[in-house]
Each structure stands twice: as structure tokens, then as C-alpha cells.
């Protein structure tokens, strides 16, 4: 990691870009999000790895840090992306489980990370691709901006597995009450904002669609009121995230919205308020509340499955089932 961000910052970077694809894609928005709030000279995007490099944007040259993730390493798209952005001069940082994948081969640094759903052994979230990745922001942003969060970061990340745990028990009851109803419904929508977007995209995508076959979509927060709130009804079936960064008004004002037009049993809210941080930052418990967020769903989506008889990761007919696409 430090050796990372030791060359990606020995000389003047003056754009970022965060470049994936489905789940380590929905990463790349919070760290966005937290470059835009800790950097005032660096500039980011967010990229679909098969879009940066169809679109060439101008704007990548050798001046460019592209950081990637794929957890396997193996995703063809993120692989080609590092390939492309090297071609051009960029520096790349790639971050994976495994070191001696393709993705790793490509890149010019390699940041590992750890995942449960690779191993089937549980980690520590201090472990994790949204640690690391934050990490790399928050280097990135003290190295060009004198930024000093990096030190509480690592001091929360450490609490942050616990803050994990108490979460799993608060959430729970929760879960318990929602996970029948929610498992009847043929489409259930995921909304949220800020540095919490991430988590209801991957959820929604990776989660909902990708293991168990329930339509869904991730709304952002105030785009709802943009349109989509019109599908609302009193059988429409929402899991909303009520984070703690700077746009929490803005899940707040769907909260309003939709539990007056649509029905409370079919509108799970999960409020960040209602957790013990202890441990963690105040000025970072917006970034990494979207961890907690996504770690106790999976919890739920275990529940979910075992409802509806259909298996979490054996049940996909063309993930990991198909290559000649
Ligand atoms: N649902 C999976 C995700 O879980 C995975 O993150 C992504 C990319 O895979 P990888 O992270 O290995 O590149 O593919 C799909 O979208």
C-alpha cells in the first residue's frame, strides 16, 4: 500500500480516475465522494471499465492516476482498462485478492485485499477493497492537499469490524420483521445518496438480480422524486439507507415521500443514527457507514435465499457459469 502511494505520488498527478466493473465498480462512487470532500486539487471520475476504454477520455494522459479493482482479477474488461491507461502513460494502481492474477500482471502497483465471499472465511473489515481504496484516497489527498484524516482513518478502520458486529445485532430485529415480506416481492427497489449510492447499486445489482433473481434497481435519493417516484404504491417494496455524510437530507426527503404514498411494512429503512460508531471518527462516519450498510445486507440476503429456496451464489445461470459472452 505505502509503496503505492510512494510512486503514484512522486510526482504531480492532476486527475484521477476509478475504474471497474459491477461490484468493485459500486466501490468507486464513496471513494469519489471522498476524494471531492478531502482534495481540492484533485479532480476524479468514475468509470464502467468497458466505457473508459471505448470513450478515451481526453482527459487521461501520463499526468492521470487510474486506480482499478477487480476482486478475482480475472474481470476481461478491467484487465483491458489497465492495459489501455498504461498505454497512454497513466500510472495504475490495481487492487485484487489475488496477486498473481491477470489484473495484478497489468497494473503497474498492486494493493490485495481481502474478501469473505472469495474464501468463505470471514474478515476483518479493516481488510477489505473499501479500506484499502479509502486509504489510497486519503494518501492521495494528504500527499496534494495536506490533508491529515489518513491517521483517523486507520485508528476507525480498526474499530470498524466491532461497530460491524453491534451493527449485525441492532439491524437484526429489523431484518427478521422485513425478510418475509421483502421475499414475496418480485421487484424491490435500493435508494440512497452520497457515499452511501455505492452500496445500494451493489446491492441492487450484484444482490437483488445477480443471487436471487428479484428485479431492482438503485435509485439515487433526490432522482426519485425526479420520476421514478411515480411507481410508487402501497406494494412497492424499497430498502432505504439513511447514511451520515453531508447529503443525508437528501434520504431523508424519500423517507418523507415514500412512507407517505407508500406502506411502512414494505419500506425498509436502515439508519445509520441508530448504530454505535464508538471507535470510529465523527468526520469519517459517513464514508465508512456505507461498509456497515452492505455487510449486515448480505446478512438479510442470506435470510432472503433461504426463504425463497434459492441459493445465494450456486443459483446464478451465467455468472461464473459462462465465458463466451
Ligand atoms: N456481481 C459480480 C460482482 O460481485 C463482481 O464484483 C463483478 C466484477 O468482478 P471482479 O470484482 O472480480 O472484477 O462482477 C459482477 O458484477
Known sequence: ?????????????????FVACGGSLSIMHPAKFMLDQASASLPSDVYNAAEFTSRKPRRLTP??????????GTTRETVAATRFARETGARTIVLTT??????AQAGDHVVDFEAPYTTGVPIDAKNSNYARLYQLVL?????????????????????LQTAIDKAQETFAPLFDDYAPRLARKDVIYTMASGASYGAAYSFAICVLMEMQWINSQAIHANEFLHGPFEVLDEDSAFILFKGLDSTRALEERAETFLTRFGSAENIMVLDAETLDLSGIDPALRGNLVPLIFFDTLWRFAYKIADLRGHEMLEARRYMKKLDDY
Do not use: K, Y
Not at 499526468?63 to 477487480?70: A, D, G, N, R
Not at 489475488?98 to 489484473?103: A, F, G, M, N
Not at 494518501?139 to 474499530?159: E, K, V
Open 1 to 17: 500500500m505505502s509503496s503505492a502511494l510512494d510512486a503514484a505520488t512522486a510526482s504531480r498527478i492532476d486527475h484521477v480516475f
Open 63 to 72: 499526468q492521470s492516476l487510474v486506480i482499478l479493482c477487480s476482486m478475482t
Open 98 to 103: 489475488d496477486t498473481d492474477s491477470p489484473l
Open 139 to 159: 494518501g492521495l489527498a494528504r500527499a496534494f492537499d495536506g490533508n491529515t484524516q489518513i491517521d483517523a482513518l486507520l485508528a476507525s478502520l480498526g474499530n
